[in-house]
């Protein structure tokens, strides 16, 4: 059970550059669906989101490149910041990704489902090149109105400890 537990758990703290990555490869995912017409590649995109709120890097192949092949040779230094904002904005690219897919093969509407992506694209790409993370933002809102719970933010102090050693 342990090993379940060990797999459906989100990092916490997170590489910032990996995530930022991550948010590069849903940029240019979102454009190829965009532009090849291609919208069976929205559901690649829904799985990334679902895998990456579920198990953090672990089961995504997105986060499984970012983390252990171009972080790591990208000769930038880790810079690590809170989790659970971070898989916050994980669930709100989900959302998104999710109701493009909707729109896509239930409403039948590819206008409307390339609209939404067009919105993902410009925050994910707020992250990728600005550093800036919108859903953050939106978490780190939450949590002052008292919103998100008390423990949570906790967990957001501890994850943006320097690691030991």
């Known amino acids: 059970m342990s090993t379940v537990k060990s797999i459906f758990s989100f990092p916490n703290p997170v590489n910032e550059v990996a995530a930022r990555m991550v948010a ?16 069976w590649l929205t559901v690649v995109l829904v799985y990334g989101f679902l895998a990456r709120v579920a198990t953090g890097p672990t089961l995504s192949p997105m986060g499984q490149l970012a983390t252990r092949v171009l972080s790591p040779r990208s000769g930038i230094a880790p810079r690590t910041v809170p989790g659970p904002p971070k898989r916050f904005a994980q669930a709100v690219g989900l959302l998104f990704s999710g109701t493009a897919l909707i729109l896509f093969y239930a409403v039948e509407s590819t206008l409307a489902a390339e609209g939404v992506l067009a919105v993902l694209v ?3 790409s ?5 550093g800036f993370c919108a859903g953050c933002y939106v978490f780190n809102h939450l949590m002052r109105w008292g919103l998100i719970p008390q423990s949570v933010c906790e967990e957001c102090l501890i994850g943006s400890q320097p690691a030991a050693g």
């Open 122 to 124: 410009v925050f994910a």
């Open 126 to 130: 707020l992250e990728a090149f600005l």
């Open 24 to 39: 590069g490869m849903v940029v240019a995912l979102s454009l190829a669906i965009i532009f090849t017409d291609q919208s």
